[in-house]
């Protein structure tokens, strides 16, 4: 960037130099229309002949026909006094430059304007993705087609959509009805909402990777065929989260004649080079348990049911390399009798994910990515497909391709999972993007914010996620008091939440936890408020006052939220996690005054405080409070003897 | 309502003991789906065989098969300790009564509960409407399925969808399709989408009417067949709003085969027996323009351009019987050449209403009702379709059938209709359903902000519009001083709005006049304030430092603005309103020291002021400043001569 400005105006026009087909029309088209939303100009709909236009897009091509991994995604940014030229050898790289165009807009009081600026990008992994589990919750299109435009936002180029669980089955397959017609509680996509979102992603540079998970997390298929389950039946969609027992009788012919009918008729409505099969979690009880199953293993000689899964995947790849698809899969799927073309997704680690590449195998990382672990944006930024440590030559390290943030879907519904998603997969999709050498998380916390605002525009629901909530679970209520606990507290992972029945997919998801947000900015605050109070010792006077003012509000919000429990049964729910915020908030005033006073506090009040804190640490009503480390340190603080 | 409760929780079954069918059993589902929302309670998927489960649904039949006017809507409630039991004649009596089931519901800290409760219940008008402009600006099917649900949550009963006119065509009609290729900017709804918007609404007890405005208003029609015009053409869609010239040409038997053949095929999509053939605001230029028109006009012996439309109307009318339809039309279309089955809606008021009915026509009211004039709920809440000062006869009382709140499109899309049409629209929908004799605003207002925090458990947006969209507007920007401008400043009315442009059409709908909302609460509150403080006299005391408090935030709401229009120019075209808002602040301080002072201000004082409030009442940045006459109180009673 350099000084001086390109200034926007309602006469800016725009012209397409170079290729142009409807995709880059369209593309060229939604950023205009978000860029006058943004600024109140109006821009022109049709573009320009004069090739002094103020935007100037030139491609060289289209691109490949089916977007795959080897896509070209770079582009050329140019923004000079009088004009911007974007030039990319793709359509993808256009739509690529288009978002970044979108974030160097600014204004001052002379009005909006593009700072001078060259740019020469291309991204780092070929492979960046958001895995939507559509399967343990439906998530109707209007989420899907939201999310896919946060991801063009951020440059991912991915959607893993995981369609189908044992909790249920969401395509519509006319082939086999009673696959959505059992399986899914009316809860699926027709085939033609099915191609509206593949197109949809298409012209958002995206590809749709679709995910039926087999052998086993197949409990929803065998409710309409249990013919081809290892188990007698009868199958119910199951309610309950965890691994199942129900899986894929792999003995049987006629269980593959059906997934070949299956995988023919969905290949003609996912273009994508990839299938993912899942592959993961099959416990072989049923296996196990079936004679029959028990005895071919025995004839064929396999060694045991891993030997069996393995049989599968191969009978199962022949399938897909037949109707022209890529195998993709968990871990799990990694057996030396499957060839090398196979995809590996690990969501046990980079280690695993390196042993798969010296074996020749291609792999995305996902292990460090799972959004419902809750975790910041700065752990998930930390993670990186292809750290130095792993030492993979060039060859090996070329088939690291990428990664993919994981979004489970046992806890989060429509209202609830954009603010599981976003800002934190910005995080993901920088890392997948930029250089390895790109890692400051305070310039990470820095851009994060006005991204997460901007993402606010294309309708997915992030920083005001809790305030909206709040109004949904105490509407009519003052939500101050919550607000101020929620401001510190995130919800537990998948791992660690309650489920308060075995009906788990039917627990409603509008609890005082369902209105925090992982990853609160203002607990940030309140660490980085007490980090520079103890550098400042011996005074201990920065941030002070502020600091008191949390901690006060921290104190009077337990009362204040006891009140509101008396009308609201959703709020007495979270009425632990107040009482103590407001211990914590009582101690940090306290830590606060002897730190003033110059007088060490004395060992009983120290260890009290410290088992507030582990009583603290505690997650009560699916909520963990996230500021204990900044506590601890100050109460530390405070009971050290001064020199 | 009598003490007692009846407790609520997840083991309350429910059971349907009379007549049942999907619909019936959808919309117990959906309710129960909400209810459980609400308390995070989980309730059964499927009915009970127990007549002594907590809910006992009990219908008598289906109703009409295609839901009319004559529909019965009624409904009996009776909660006891034991359980409730809702009875309805029809299953949309059913829908209506498990709304008043929600409503009733309540918690305290024992738990969520329904007081004891006998309700008996049915609407006083049987027509009971909601127009949604869909021309102007395209608004997509979520946006209609969610306003739905709120219209059902209200027990309104008929979506009045305006399909059509100059600026937009927005159905797919597959007989003459570049009526949406051409005329419609590629939005439109798919008959697809026309058939589950009508399944969705029929779901909930509302019937669909399209609105196919004709002659008139009819440009988009041409810009694909401009041989049906009155003028030469070519078209092009409108931009611009208001009356545009292009209209049917009545005189070719053309024209009429046209119109036959796009009713025939949009007569399978909306089975509802009306069809609003709009019928307004025809200028007649292009009639009076064209010699072949006027030679038809003389040929026939017709008296001008209003014969000719009537002409028409006859025509159009034996179409649409033919398709077995009922016209509706404006006011407009009423001529005595036309027969007693028309329905007329008015837009210019009861007194033509009346007329009508005297006439022997039925008719249902929309003035008054006009969403887009901005007007307060109290306003909307006073309009009466029957008032007694009509003195009409019973038989020609009985042909006001009731009324609709029109939301014409020319200034709101997908992100702001909803903040226009909620929680407004509520109090029409009780007038419409409640008892002439309930009318106290105090009541309505205390009712209102309950219904709007539920009515967004569906979706749409009320209460938190101005939050949303100013973080919209104004990305990253801190919204306090914004908050505190909006919160007592309305949209100007759709009349007095200032178009930037002549493109009205293509001006972004994300100003600072798009984040504010019609009949701002808090606007409410200071003029009660100031009510309540002069009637404190001579003490002055009453509200005293609330509203110094109020007065003080305006003051320094004008610098802090300033500075953030320093980064966004769509803040700074705010800024005179500002500045009008930091004056007012600054003379209800000085008000308030007279008033405290005991001694009149003087009358420089006082009449400097007023010309402020004159300055203020014009309006800036298409916003309108709603707190002007308790200002004019307070200045006044501060110049007042104290006894």
């Not at 958001?130 to 299109?141: K, N, S, T």
């Not at 191609?195 to 749709?208: P, S």
Request: proline residues 7%; charged residues 25%; glycine residues 8%.
């Amino acid at each position: 960037m350099r000084p001086g400005r390109l200034a926007l105006d309602s006469a800016s026009a725009w012209t397409a130099a170079g290729y142009s087909d409807a995709r880059l029309l369209g593309a060229v088209d939604r950023a205009l229309r978000r860029l006058e939303g943004r600024t109140g100009l109006i821009f022109p709909r049709v573009p320009s002949a004069d090739s002094a236009a103020t935007l100037v897009v030139r491609a060289d091509g289209p691109g490949m026909a089916v977007q795959g991994v080897e896509e070209d995604e770079s582009y050329a940014l140019d923004v000079s006094e009088r004009q911007v030229v974007l030039h990319a050898p793709t359509v993808v790289g256009v739509i690529r430059g288009l978002e970044t165009l979108l974030q160097l807009v600014d204004a001052d009081r002379a009005g909006w304007y593009l700072p001078l600026a060259t740019v020469r990008d291309r991204p780092r992994f070929a492979w960046r993705g958001l895995l939507i589990d559509a399967a343990r919750h439906f998530e109707p299109v209007p989420v899907i087609e939201r999310n896919l435009d946060a991801m063009a936002a951020v440059k991912l180029n991915v959607i893993h959509w995981h369609l189908s669980d044992d909790q249920g089955f969401r395509v519509e397959s006319r082939r086999y009805p009673k696959l959505q017609q059992l399986g899914s509680d009316g809860r699926f996509y027709t085939q033609d909402e099915l191609r509206a979102v593949v197109a949809y992603a298409r012209d958002r540079g995206i590809r749709v990777v679709p995910e039926f998970d087999m052998p086993g997390h197949a409990q929803s298929w065998f409710v309409g065929y249990p013919q081809y389950a290892s188990a007698p039946g009868p199958f119910t969609v199951a309610r309950e989260f965890g691994v199942h027992d129900a899986v894929f009788d792999p003995t049987r012919e006629e269980t593959y004649r059906f997934i070949d009918g299956f995988v023919a008729e969905m290949a003609g409505i996912f273009p994508d080079a990839y299938w993912h099969v899942g592959g993961d979690e099959n416990n072989g009880k049923e296996w196990s348990a079936n004679p029959k199953i028990q005895a071919f293993i025995a004839r064929r000689g396999l060694k045991g049911n891993a030997a069996l899964q393995a049989y599968f995947n191969q009978r199962l790849l022949a399938i897909l390399t037949r109707h022209g698809k890529r195998m993709v899969g968990w871990d799990e799927i990694l057996h030396p009798d499957l060839p090398k073309t196979i995809v590996i997704q690990s969501w046990r680690g980079v280690a695993s994910l390196a042993a798969a590449a010296r074996q020749g195998y291609s792999g995305i990382l996902s292990s460090g990515y799972y959004l419902d672990a809750m975790s910041t944006a700065a752990d998930l930024y930390r993670v990186d497909p292809r750290p130095d440590s792993l030492g993979l030559a060039a060859d090996e390290a070329a088939r690291v391709l990428g990664g993919e943030a994981c979004m489970w879907g046992e806890a989060v519904g429509p209202e609830t999972i954009d603010s599981r998603i976003w800002p934190r997969t910005a995080a993901v999709a920088e890392r997948l993007w930029s250089p390895r050498s790109v890692t400051d998380p305070d310039e990470l916390y820095r851009r994060l914010a006005v991204v997460s605002a901007q993402l606010e525009e294309l309708g997915v629901t992030t920083d005001d996620h809790t305030i909206r909530m709040l109004r949904r679970v105490a509407p009519g209520l003052d939500p101050a008091a919550l607000q101020t606990l929620l401001a510190v507290a995130s919800p537990v992972s998948l791992g660690g939440r309650r489920f308060t029945s075995p009906a788990m997919q039917f627990i409603p998801l509008t609890t005082i936890s369902e209105a925090a947000v992982p990853d609160p900015p203002a607990a940030r605050e309140v660490a980085a408020e007490v980090r520079n109070l103890l550098a400042d010792a011996p005074r201990y006077g920065a941030y002070r006052e502020s600091l008191a003012r949390t901690f006060g509000a921290w104190r009077d919000a337990a009362p204040d939220l006891a009140a509101l429990a008396e009308r609201s049964p959703l709020v007495a729910d979270a009425l632990p996690v107040a009482r103590d915020l407001a211990d914590l908030g009582t101690a940090g005033l306290e830590a606060l005054a002897y730190l003033s006073a110059g007088t060490a506090a004395p060992p009983a009040w120290t260890a009290d405080r410290a088992a507030l804190l582990a009583r603290a640490a505690q997650p009560k009503a699916n909520l963990r409070l996230v500021v204990l480390p900044a506590l601890k340190d100050l109460i530390t603080a405070a009971g050290s003897p001064r020199p």
